[in-house]
């Protein structure tokens, strides 16, 4: 129960409706009204949500909304505000082996991206996959009422953020199932948002028949069985250890440097993680969170964090060494270890995220598919500048699904 002595939170009321709204720079300050709304689910708890704040990537700061009606919290909202360079953004790899053409595309590309810098405010967790942005108490109000809500509050927390000197030129509301799809609701033509369709979250389905990885490896094609038999007969010699606080310590510098060079594979990076990101993570998640080191003579050539939540587990971020990653199908492993940790744990699903889609569908995840939301504070690049922006900047992999099972 909320204490009634606690200092009252200044709420403004959202145009046109019977809500009003508070916006907060600290989750530990609301954590009473906070949990009296959200699920339990680790991404929404204001123990996720402190370390994240008190980690956050360069150049970006949480903020958190509460709705209220008739005086009652009954909704949330997690943001983050971040200045985004779209030329910073880019990365271009060192040994560039693609055609003129293709080079100068890339070129004009990253010309564009040089001249657009701005404050954006992203609704939802850049650093998850998933619709972690927004939750209402009452579960029968649809989901686009809810997202109206929202759009209806961003103006009135622009206003609110413009007074700490913050300027937002760009709003982002990120990662929503297709199903929540607002193109397909009754507020379709009213939504102020550019819609747009990203690479899919891929998540694996954990049989019940599956008790051990035995069983999983029954499932399988004889041609996608010997696959994974290969792959694992060419790890042997790699020593898999799940990490301690002092052993973080210890091996800081390599994992961030491992981090560094997967991360920078990709095309488009919108935040680097701090040096002690993983570190902090397990201090504040404790045995939800782990990270297995992949050691090969005793050196650290890769590694994978998972994060486990009541009957799902997430792949968080991972990096290994690439020269070894061919001899070892050190990345394969990951993803094949990742599963036996899922099964083990007794989840329902693992969530893979969104990249090397046809390698996590060779091993049984199946693609989510999700939109997001995008909106200029000026009309005109609304229209006319952002989708050819976006038709830039967001990656697009070209892939099949292969499923690996008998049936």
């Known amino acids: 129960m909320i204490d009634s002595k606690r200092q009252a939170i200044e709420t403004h009321k959202i145009n046109s409706t019977a809500y009003s709204f508070s916006l907060h720079k600290s989750i530990l300050g609301i954590k009473e009204e906070w949990t009296s709304i959200v ?10 949500l402190s370390f994240t ?3 956050t990537p360069k150049g970006m700061q949480m903020r958190y909304g509460l709705f209220h009606l008739d005086g009652k919290p009954v909704g949330t909202l997690i943001m983050q505000v971040k200045h985004i ?40 967790n850049l650093l998850l996959t998933g619709q972690y942005s927004f939750y209402f108490k009452d579960e029968s109000l649809e989901f686009y009422k809810q997202f109206e809500l929202v759009e209806n509050s961003l103006d009135l927390v622009k206003e609110l953020l413009s007074q700490d000197g913050i300027k937002i030129g760009s709003v982002l509301m990120k990662d929503f199932y297709e199903t929540n799809a607002i193109s397909k ?10 819609e747009c369709k990203v690479q ?29 038999k290969r792959a694992l007969k060419k790890a042997e010699a790699i020593e898999r250890r799940v990490l301690s606080i002092e052993e973080l310590e210890q091996h800081q510098d390599r994992i961030h440097a491992l981090y560094l060079e997967t991360a920078l594979k990709a095309s488009f990076n919108l935040f680097i993680l701090p040096q002690d990101y993983f570190l902090q993570m397990k201090k504040g998640l404790g045995e ?22 009541n009957d799902h587990v997430d ?25 036996k940790q899922g099964i083990n744990f007794k989840a329902k699903y693992i969530h893979f995220s969104r990249t090397a889609l046809e390698i996590k569908s060779s091993i049984g995840a199946e693609p989510e598919d999700m939109v997001f939301y995008l909106r200029s504070q000026r009309q005109w690049q609304n229209k006319y500048l952002l989708p050819k922006i976006l038709e830039m900047m967001i990656p697009v992999e070209e892939w099949t699904p292969r499923s690996p099972f008998k049936s």
Not at 299 to 307: D, P, Q
Request: aromatic share 12%; charged share 25%.
């Open 39 to 48: 699920p339990d689910k680790l991404f929404y708890s204001p123990k996720y």
């Open 200 to 228: 899919p979250d891929m998540v694996m389905a954990i049989r019940e028949e599956w008790s051990n990885f035995d069983a999983y490896m029954s499932s399988l094609k004889s041609k996608a069985r010997t696959r994974v």
């Open 185 to 194: 609701s009754p507020i379709a033509a009213d939504c102020s948002f550019q």
């Open 53 to 55: 704040e008190q980690n």
């Open 85 to 124: 360079s779209l030329g910073e953004s880019l990365t271009v790899e060192a040994k560039d082996k693609s055609s003129i053409r293709s080079k100068l595309f890339k070129g004009i590309k990253t010309g564009i991206a040089n001249t657009i810098s701005f404050d954006t405010l992203v609704v939802g």
């Open 315 to 339: 792949a968080h971020f991972l990096g290994y060494d690439k020269e070894k990653n061919a001899a070892h199908q050190s990345y394969l492993n990951m993803l094949l270890d990742i599963l």
């Open 288 to 309: 939800q969170f782990e990270l297995v080191g992949y050691f090969l003579d005793e050196k650290l050539i890769g590694y994978y964090t998972v994060i486990f939540d």
